[in-house]
């Protein structure tokens, strides 16, 4: 089991920045992949960035103004969001997908709400 932390949520204007971090419980190992998804009220969860070893990949909607990375050594995920925008508030949720030989394993976060609002 890996339990995820995520802080750094809250209320901003729009045009304005907030940096999201989720601590787990064990060491996030090479294999592991961590992304951040978001689900706004009324509408599917859906991903915001991922992060692998080797690269990574953000929704459309982010693409310029989030950016994800990784501190293996704090066992740490971040996501720095610049210029936000209304259409971001939801909540933000991370994950982790651990792989293994027989299948791949998600541990969630408990969210953290993120409100873009003037």
């Known amino acids: 089991q890996v339990h995820l932390v995520e802080s750094g949520g809250g209320l901003v204007q729009p045009g304005g920045s907030l940096r999201l971090s989720c601590a787990a419980s064990?060491?996030?190992?090479?294999?592991?992949?961590m992304g951040w998804y978001r689900q706004a009220p009324g509408k599917e969860r859906e991903l915001v960035a991922a992060i692998t070893i080797d690269s990574t990949n953000y929704a459309d909607s982010v693409k310029g103004r989030f950016t994800i990375s990784r501190d293996n050594a704090k066992n740490t995920v971040y996501l720095q969001m610049d210029s936000l925008k209304p259409e971001d508030t939801a909540v933000y949720y991370c994950?982790?997908?651990?792989?293994?030989?027989?299948?791949?394993?998600?541990?969630w976060g408990q969210g953290t709400q993120v409100t873009v609002s003037s």
């Open positions: 064990r060491i996030i190992f090479a294999t592991d992949a």
């Open positions: 994950n982790l997908r651990m792989t293994t030989v027989a299948r791949n394993y998600d541990y």
